[in-house]
Nanobody, 117 residues
Framework: QVQLVESGGGLVQPGGSLRLSCAAS????????MGWWRQAPGKQRESVASITSGHSPIYADSVKGRFTISRDNVKNTASLQMNSLKPEDTGVYYCSLSETIFGPFTWGQGTQVTVSS
């Protein structure tokens, strides 16, 4: 059984940076896709970024140029570097693992990111 544990959330001012990390354990296929999603209060969970085992990233338009996703296939970890944060980036950020970008997804417990002055 796969488990995902996120870390690195917190409170940051607009324009600031945060780095989220996700550690995966259990039976993980090397071809798996790792991703980051977020859910703001009252809104649906949305994809922020995903990355294949070959390190090909996909970003939501709202974060292109500001966020960078990366992964380490040996350590089974994924990271999300978030720069130039905006208040609309606020939400609970979830790490995901899946065989394809379409799922099915295994989720972490989430980590809160709050962008506010």
């Amino acid at each position: 059984q796969v488990q995902l544990v996120e870390s690195g959330g917190g409170l940051v001012q607009p324009g600031g940076s945060l780095r989220l990390s996700c550690a995966a354990s259990g039976s993980i296929f090397r071809s798996s896709v790792m991703g980051w999603w977020r859910q703001a209060p009252g809104k649906q969970r949305e994809s922020v970024a995903s990355i294949t085992s070959g390190h090909s990233p996909i970003y939501a338009d709202s974060v292109k140029g500001r966020f960078t996703i990366s992964r380490d296939n040996v350590k089974n970890t994924a990271s999300l570097q978030m720069n130039s944060l905006k208040p609309e980036d606020t939400g609970v950020y979830y790490c995901s693992l899946s065989e394809t970008i379409f799922g099915p997804f295994t989720w972490g417990q989430g980590t809160q990111v709050t962008v506010s002055s």
